[in-house]
């Protein structure tokens, strides 16, 4: 510890680095340079990924969703090319399964002429089931979302989009209780939400009127209790298992061959997330292996120029051995020097890089006050990965003096006196 804070040790070192000033500095700027660029590059990839999960929203990685199609083969004495339709007690029975969590019906009402006194506008209606807000959840900016009692008791209740809010209640008019037409028939608002995410299923949720499922098939479908998707989430312990369970359920009450996957077509939202991960961490690891190229680079650099100095130092070396230099204090001298050289430069370096990516997010939350539909994302790396980043700079800088150290510790005091 007294070593460390030997002035006069550490002004020695300061000498060696600078007398040539301009061959440190070329050496040093390897240095900055590979730590800058690492910085500047693992901050772009996880900006990106931030941005990739914010449009994900909150949606449930182990969903899916289930729609009706064509049959392809012949079961049961009925023909291959049948067309079918799934119904709400498909959703009955796709909730009792052991491995749901979740199951939700979804309807489509198409683009609907939406007004409230003499404002009005052309929006998407959607019917769901209470469940869907557990599957796929929108944030709720006022009131609340549908709820069982709205199905039980058939309320012709409905949630707006934030679109719809500011367009049929200007100026931030609160909407709940108010009544609005919807088509030819009219709802009462209890709540509105803003989309959370690029998940929206046939509609844009800003844009969207959501009604319960059932009052939708009274509207649309008569008797009928057709339903355009079934949305399920499984238990984590489930795995995938839940989805064949439930195309086995679906094709039980219809009279559909359990080997039919066409008709009964299923989108695993976990195998999307799977590829999205695996993306962005092969992007993670391009971006350390170009960083960790590029500071390795300055390494060497700085472990050549060391090489160099112990070189134009052989004489001074040999008579610090003659005078009885151990070999620890040789080595720790060239150590210090390399790491002083190249940690100064990387701690610029490390500066620097998260200097511009303060300044890149700052000019992106800027831009959110013209655009709002961005999300609202830091493009700044994390204090572990910035620790991270440290720690590979201190390994490298000492790294950087392993091979002149060595070099220093070879020279024989008996020759090195003798040399010119």
């Given amino acids: 510890m007294t070593r460390f804070f030997d002035i006069d040790r550490w002004n020695e070192i300061w000498q060696t680095i600078s007398r040539n000033r301009r061959r440190s500095f070329m050496t040093a700027m390897g240095v900055f340079w590979g730590i800058f660029m690492l910085v500047v590059l693992l901050g772009a990839g996880t900006g990106l990924d931030r941005m990739f999960r914010s449009q994900l929203g909150e949606a449930s990685t182990n969903a899916a969703f289930f729609w009706a199609d064509r049959t392809s083969v012949p079961y049961k004495g009925m023909p291959s090319g049948r067309s079918w339709e799934m119904d709400t007690d498909d959703v009955e029975a796709v909730r009792k399964l ?50 069982e009692m709205d199905i039980a008791h ?63 098939q009274q509207i649309f479908f008569g008797l009928n209790q057709t339903i355009d998707m079934l949305a399920v989430t499984g238990y984590a312990e489930a795995g995938n298992a839940f989805i064949e369970e439930c195309r086995q359920a679906i094709a039980a009450r219809h009279l559909i061959s359990p080997e039919d996957k066409k008709a009964i077509y299923a989108h695993d939202l976990s195998e999307m997330f799977a590829q999205m991960q695996g993306l962005f961490s092969g992007i993670s690891f391009l971006t350390w292996l170009v960083g960790l190229g590029t500071l390795l680079a300055g390494i060497v650099g700085i472990s050549n120029i060391m090489l160099v100095l112990v070189k134009e130092r052989t004489q001074e070396i040999g008579i610090r051995r003659a005078l ?19 940690f100064i430069a990387g701690v610029l370096g490390l500066g620097a890089g998260v200097g511009v990516l303060s300044l890149a997010t700052s000019i992106y939350q800027q831009s959110l006050a013209f655009n709002p539909d961005l999300p609202d994302i830091q493009w700044q790396i994390s204090f572990g990965t910035g620790m991270l980043a440290l720690t590979v700079l201190v390994a490298g800088s000492l790294l950087a003096g392993v091979i002149p150290a060595a070099r220093a510790l070879g020279i024989k005091a008996v020759d090195a006196i003798r040399e010119e």
């Fill in 98 to 147: 052991p491995s749901v969590e979740y199951a939700a019906a979804i309807c489509w009402g198409n683009s609907q002429s939406c007004s409230y006194g003499n404002r009005k506008g052309d929006f998407s209606l959607m019917g769901y089931s209470p469940d869907m807000q557990k599957i796929n959840p929108q944030k709720i900016v006022r009131g609340r979302f549908l709820n």
């Fill in 154 to 216: 058939r309320r012709k209740v409905c949630v707006i989009g934030t679109q719809v809010w500011h367009d049929l209640f200007p100026g931030g008019e609160e909407p709940e209780g108010k009544i609005i037409r919807v088509g030819s028939s009219y709802f009462t608002v209890i709540g509105v939400v803003k989309s959370q995410g690029m998940m929206s299923f046939g509609s844009n949720p800003d844009r969207s009127v959501y009604i319960p499922a059932t009052i939708l």
């Fill in 324 to 342: 009885g230099a151990s070999p620890r204090t040789i080595i720790s001298q060239i150590l210090s020097e390399s790491f002083v050289l190249t």
